[in-house]
């Protein structure tokens, strides 16, 4: 089953709640470890309620100044020309400095995910 991760940074790594089951919460230093504690976290609460433990497979969930506080590495001025957007609204964005439409959050989500799907399909060689 594919569980969606609502994640927070915090100053001291992150936090995170399962949508589905909204008594599971959990927390790390780092997204992986947030990801391994979250899991534990959901057997431990099938364990406890009775039911059978499913596959586990998460989809995260954060708002745009959460994910560019998490993924810190993107170029935000080439990511808003490749979707067509002022690079400067997008940094206010990732700023929390004004809030996005849902529109612009479907633009930039798509951009993103198609960024993931390029990368996974990269293959590096050596030199």
């Known amino acids: 089953m594919k569980y969606k991760l609502i994640i927070e ?11 589905q089951m909204p008594t599971v919460f959990s927390s790390g230093n780092s997204i992986e470890q947030l990801m391994k504690n979250s899991k534990e976290a959901i057997e431990l609460y099938c364990e406890e309620t009775s039911q059978k433990t499913p596959k586990i497979e998460f989809e995260l969930v954060m708002d745009i100044q959460e994910f560019f506080m998490v993924n810190e590495y993107i170029n935000i001025t080439s990511l808003a020309k490749r979707i067509g957007m002022n690079s400067s609204l997008l940094r ?13 959050v479907a633009k930039i989500e798509k951009a993103i995910k198609q960024i993931g799907k390029e990368l996974s399909r990269t293959e590096l060689q050596p030199t």
């Open 92 to 104: 206010q964005y990732s700023k929390g400095i004004k809030f996005p439409s849902l529109e612009q």
């Open 9 to 19: 940074k915090s100053n001291d790594g992150y936090w995170s709640q399962v949508e």
